[in-house]
């Protein structure tokens, strides 16, 4: 229950703060990719400002033994870049510069009943199903 509601809070969090800053909003994707038109820098500030306070407090966090709510610290081992995240993170990047949204900011968007979010979000959904599909009968080397 704890996880649960922990898990509820920092989302919570998140979507708070993608409202905030403005990047629930496509065109402000869109309009930082325009760098020959009208180019809007303020993602780069939210980026910069997310990276900043991770840096930060993941180094803070890291020196106790365990979480808070956890016996264990679960963090990734891989490192090597594998054709599989490069041609996902080139699938990403393009569909991201092409609609102006990306996986958490269209969730969040889900709040405000219009019709385009829940479009983007039915066709990621759709889209990792079919990917867990072609990975059942493909067997993709990850």
């Known amino acids: 229950m704890k996880k649960s509601f ?15 800053s403005g990047m629930t909003q496509p065109q402000k994707v869109i309009g930082f990719l325009d760098i020959f038109g009208s180019w ?3 993602l780069i500030f939210v980026m910069v400002g997310a990276i900043g306070l991770h840096c930060i407090t993941y180094k ?9 709510l956890s016996s264990d610290w679960y963090v990734p081992t891989k ?15 393009i569909g991201w510069g092409l609609s102006g949204v990306c996986p958490g900011p269209a969730i969040t968007s889900l709040a405000s009943f219009e019709f385009s979010p829940l479009v983007f979000v ?21």
């Open 6 to 20: 922990a898990a509820l809070v920092a989302g919570f969090i998140f979507a708070l703060g993608l409202e905030i």
């Open 40 to 42: 809007d820098p303020s």
């Open 60 to 68: 803070l966090i890291r020196l106790r033994k365990a979480p808070l």
């Open 79 to 93: 490192k090597e870049i594998t054709p599989a995240l490069i041609i996902g993170s080139i699938i990403f990047g």
């Open 122 to 142: 039915a066709s990621m959904l759709t889209g990792m199903c079919l990917f867990k599909q072609a990975d059942l009968i493909f067997k993709f080397k990850r």
